[in-house]
């Protein structure tokens, strides 16, 4: 059974590109007044940066530093001297007064203050100054503010903890960490006066040499960060401001970013480059990376840094001469406006044109949109009867249905071959929904010219009875399909005009979820399989597969953690013992292949978790059949022990996955693969013909596009651990998987375990060593009934 949407109607148009540009300066030489303000959207830009406190600010700080330094070294006291205080603001101290228009304000917090420093004295000035600044930004009804990061990954707990101090000072205060991509920031902070990290005591000074030395690690900032919102409990009301570097680091930390939550994407000056007419424009690969942002569900706002100030009245009213034809839309409104490669406002104009000039997302996202990391509950598929509208988004996969029909041809054509004689071959549909399979069969009898009897077999009353109309008025059905109100496991199959029964040739059905069986598609059928002549019945599909691959997924993580314990349906700690189907959007694969070149695609490490083949052995279904009459007994002391008929049904697997790249894994992203028909003549057909004789379709992010491409029916699933695991530099994480099942249900159980491996002794042998494991997470309270 399909599993888009849970039936919501989704528009699948391109959406317009939402961008909100703001403009920054380090150093703001004007008061962000209303008038700045206002002028700075004349010219286009939907938000300002400014700062909380003024360079007096600072001076009367770093004078009560001074003071106190200059205290401890000469007072006899010293050792019981209590810390000093900044106190309160004073009106020279800020120029920020509540305003109505301060929602279009990012308030930034003073850069020259060192949170995370290891002398006691300055992280204790900073940590104030913060808490001054953020209070009364917050109190002004800026609930925006933008925080310089950590300068050292030593300083990181102290920063975090100070921030997780501010988030407590109002509901709305919301903080964007400034963080570089790798390295440090293109900024230069230094440009704001004294830093206090240069008035560490000597005594204070870090000791950490030997391990600081060399190149700064690729994925330092990234950790920083992650440590920051780990400490801060996953707050949405905590995300980053990204500054984009003018050289990109490699794919695998772009996409760590790409998963983590960007508020705010600092894009300054430098990241710019000029092309051959001497106007501002971002790299291809600069491009790309922004094209990707800017399809989240909650893209970031860009702002630019230092590109210009906001020219005054005077200056913008100046005539502009007509642009040169030859220039692009963005070239040609700088131009108009300024009609010089110095304005202002070019890297505006030039945002404005990438904005306009955004590519078309694929089917997928497009139909997808607004539900991207949205998730959603299984389907209770047995249970519960679908709606119409449900069927009908189904039915709008421009794939699924076209693979089914080429499916059947094929299957068709084998039988007609294999059975030798010219009578109708029979074909039931089960789990018909509104038709759209039966009509792919009439279809296909049409095009192969195979004379069949179709049955459709639907247990959703509702949907029989749109089954039965269709069979009236639908010329192609011509009412000679036989439409039965039957769950399939209970359906005796069909009956000839001399009243006894007989079997069918073919079984079509299409049960499949988002993890292949997690619908149930293996229990019916089994159920439905004594209608299948024994001999040549075919079962389109006629297998499926589970596909996992472990993910960093900090959104839906901290998504989960924010859901109400007042969820009526849940208890609290059963959020996070449940598969959710969800279009995965915002997150990163921890396990990938090499790419074979830089720009190369970085594909995931999916791996296979089992199958189910259809039929089933028939011996298989004799032994079930006679464990449910209590003819074997079940191992004793098992916790679901006990004579099941479905215990053929039941799974497991243990997987491991190799991690490059440092990483925090917050689940695991499931797909699945399943063969419709591979044709036994598949080697015979080919010598003639190039026909493709193995029809397959899959969700895998491996294989989709080469099996189903722009196939939209099945959002992945994700089964979410409780606890992130962190995971080092070239570890492993082993993932175990069970397909549990009683008698009454199926449901899943996972653990997830992290290993390293390590040196000992001298002849270079290696131990795996554990380093992590998570919770054993079960979804058995909420199982799919059978
Ligand atoms: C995903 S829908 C597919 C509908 C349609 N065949 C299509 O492809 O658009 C699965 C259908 O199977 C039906 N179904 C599921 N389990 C069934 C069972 N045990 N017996 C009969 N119908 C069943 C559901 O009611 C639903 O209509």
């Not at 003071?67 to 401890?72: A, G, I, K």
């Not at 799974?651 to 917050?666: M, Y």
Request: net charge negative.
């Amino acid at each position: 059974m399909s599993s888009i949407n849970g039936g919501n109607v989704l528009p699948a148009e391109e959406p317009p590109t939402v961008l909100y540009v703001g403009q920054h300066e380090t150093q703001r030489s004007e008061q962000v007044s209303l008038d700045l303000l206002r002028r700075a959207q004349d010219l286009g830009y939907d938000l300002l940066t400014t700062p909380i406190t003024t360079p007096k600010f600072q001076s009367r700080v770093l004078e009560t530093l001074e003071n106190h330094v200059y205290q401890l070294d000469t007072s006899d006291t010293a050792s019981s001297m209590p810390l000093p205080m900044v106190s309160s603001l004073s009106p020279e101290d800020s120029d920020l007064v509540p305003e109505e228009s301060n929602s279009s304000l990012v308030a930034v917090t003073s850069p020259w203050i060192d949170m995370g420093s290891l002398d006691p004295l300055i992280a204790h000035i900073s940590r104030q100054v913060f808490i001054l600044e953020v209070a009364y930004a917050a109190f002004c009804g800026v609930s925006n503010v933008l925080v310089h990061g950590p300068t050292t990954s030593e300083g990181t707990v102290r920063f975090a903890r100070a921030a997780l101090e501010a988030l407590g000072l109002g509901p709305y205060v919301h903080l964007h960490i400034l963080m570089p991509m790798t390295g440090e920031l293109e900024q230069d902070v230094s440009a704001v006066g004294t830093h206090l990290s240069e008035m560490v005591r000597p005594q204070y000074a870090s000791d950490d040499e030997d391990e600081n030395e060399g190149e700064p690690e690729l994925f330092s900032s990234w950790e920083m960060w992650n440590t920051i919102r780990a400490i801060c409990s996953y707050t949405t009301r905590l995300s980053i401001a990204l500054e984009v570097p003018r050289g990109l680091p490699p794919q695998s930390l772009q996409c760590r970013w790409y998963s983590e939550p960007i508020r705010l994407l600092m894009l300054p000056r430098t990241c710019f480059l000029r092309n051959g007419k001497g106007y501002p424009v971002l790299s291809k690969q600069h491009q790309h990376f922004l094209t990707l942002l800017l399809r989240l569900r909650f893209p970031p706002w860009a702002l630019l840094s230092d590109v210009g100030g906001i020219p005054s009245e005077e200056t913008t009213t100046g005539g502009a001469s007509e642009p040169s034809p030859d220039l692009t839309p963005a070239e040609a409104a700088a131009s108009r406006s300024r009609d010089s490669v110095d304005d202002p406002t070019q890297h505006l104009h030039y945002m404005r044109h990438l904005q306009q000039s955004q590519p078309s997302r694929p089917p997928i996202e497009r139909f997808g949109q607004g539900y991207q990391d949205y998730m959603q509950s299984p389907l209770q598929p047995l249970t519960d009867n679908l709606e119409s509208i449900t069927y009908e988004i189904f039915e709008k996969d421009p794939v699924k249905y076209e693979w089914y029909e080429r499916a059947v041809a094929l299957a068709l054509k084998d039988l007609r071959a294999l059975l030798r004689d010219e009578r109708q071959i029979i074909v039931a549909v089960a789990g018909a929904g509104r038709g759209p399979l039966v009509t792919r069969v009439l279809q296909a009898s049409r095009t192969t010219g195979i004379n069949v009897k179709c049955y459709a077999v639907e247990k959703n009353p509702n949907a029989h009875l749109l089954l039965q109309r269709r069979n009236a008025t639908d010329p192609l059905w011509a009412n000679q399909v036989t439409v039965v109100a039957s769950d399939m496991r209970t359906w005796p199959g069909p009956i000839l005009p001399n009243s006894s029964l007989t079997k069918t040739d073919l079984l079509v059905s299409e049960l499949l979820g988002s993890f292949a069986d997690n619908e149930l598609s293996p229990e019916c059928l089994d159920g439905v399989q004594h209608v299948l002549h024994p001999g040549h019945g075919i079962s389109i599909p006629q297998s499926y597969s589970a596909h996992l691959t472990p993910i960093a997924s900090p959104r839906l993580h901290s998504d989960l953690l924010s859901r109400a314990s007042t969820d009526i349906s849940l208890s609290v700690s059963e959020k996070w013992e449940i598969p959710y189907v969800v279009m995965l959007h915002q997150f990163d694969y921890l396990s990938t292949s090499i790419p074979a070149s830089a720009e190369g695609p970085r594909m995931p490490d999916v791996q296979q978790a089992w199958s189910f083949p259809h039929p089933v052995a028939p011996e298989i279904l004799a032994h079930a059949r006679q464990r449910g009459a209590g003819g074997t007994v079940a191992d004793p002391g098992t916790p679901y022990s006990g004579p099941s008929t479905n215990d053929h049904n039941a799974r497991s697997c243990t997987l491991r996955f190799a991690c490059a790249d440092r990483g925090v894994c917050h689940g695991l992203a499931g797909y699945f693969e399943t063969v419709l028909y591979s044709s036994p003549s598949n080697s015979h057909h080919n010598k003639n013909n190039s026909e493709q004789q193995i029809i397959e379709l899959s969700t895998n992010p491996v294989t989709m596009a080469e099996k189903s491409k722009d196939m939209i029916s099945w959002f992945p699933i994700f089964f979410p651990l409780k606890t992130p695991l962190h995971i080092p530099d070239g570890g492993e994480m082993e993932v175990s998987m069970w397909r549990q099942t009683d008698d009454r249900k199926v449901w899943y159980e996972w653990v997830v375990e992290v290993y390293v491996r390590v040196a000992v002794g001298e002849e270079g042998g290696r131990k795996r060593m554990r380093v992590g494991i998570s919770e054993l997470h079960s979804s058995r309270r909420n199982g799919c009934m059978m």
